[in-house]
């Protein structure tokens, strides 16, 4: 029972954590986090968008793809460099 019962909260806490909200230009921004660096394609298709915040030791890095091929046209994957 004891170990049913470990088994659901380490369940629960990998669940949570997948659950979390992912990284969005938009909640780095009203987080504080400044445009470190910015490049784009010579296509206009795709950037890339470099965050950093002073009191963080890494930086966060979105790329941007727009298709007009796909829905949502616009996809965004932000992510953690450390």
Not at 25 to 35: F, H, N, Q, T, V
Not at 55 to 70: A, F, G, H, M, W
């Amino acid at each position: 029972m004891r170990g049913c019962l470990s088994l659901a909260a380490c369940l629960g806490s990998v669940l949570a954590a997948s659950a979390a909200e992912p990284l969005t230009i938009e909640r780095l921004s009203a987080d504080g986090w400044e445009i470190a660096g910015y490049t784009g394609t010579f296509d206009n298709r795709s950037s890339l968008i470099l965050f950093r915040r002073k009191d963080t030791k890494y930086l966060v890095q979105c790329s941007i793809l727009y298709d007009v091929t796909r829905n949502p046209r616009v996809i965004t994957n932000c992510y953690e460099l450390h």
